[in-house]
């Protein structure tokens, strides 16, 4: 099994910048994906950006393209979500998966590991 850990998350003003990682441990290999997903208080989790594991292709909900940026060492078996020019709506719980699968998905239920999440905050 794969497990995954996040972290990088806390308290930034807007326009301020992140940078949250994601590392696995456990059975890990070319042959997978890996996203982020928010989610809001009282909102449903959103797909925010794929990667896929070996390739390094990219996926990015659009409301972060070019604010955002996915990338991954392989080496490390870690992920990363650089996160700029922060804003608050981006306030969220931010998750890190994976699917056993080289196809990026926005979609959740396509993914079956899940680290336990990191809070971003961003004031206003």
């Known amino acids: 099994q794969v497990q995954l850990v996040e972290s990088g998350g806390g308290s930034v003003q807007a326009g301020g910048s992140l940078k949250l990682s994601c590392a696995a441990s456990?059975?890990?290999?070319?042959?997978?994906?890996v996203g982020w997903f928010r989610q809001a208080p009282g909102k449903e989790r959103e797909f925010v950006a794929a990667?896929?594991?070996?390739?390094?292709?990219?996926s990015y909900l659009d409301s972060v393209k070019g604010r955002f940026t996915i990338s991954r060492d392989n080496a490390k078996q870690t992920v990363y979500l650089q996160m700029n020019s922060l804003k608050p709506e981006d306030t969220a719980v931010y998750y890190c998966?994976?699917?056993?699968?080289?196809?990026?998905?926005?979609?959740?239920?396509?993914?079956?590991?899940w680290g336990q999440g990191t809070q971003v905050t961003v004031s206003s």
């Open positions: 456990g059975r890990t290999g070319s042959r997978y994906a």
């Open positions: 990667i896929t594991w070996s390739g390094g292709s990219t």
């Open positions: 998966a994976a699917r056993d699968a080289m196809l990026k998905s926005a979609r959740s239920r396509d993914y079956n590991y």
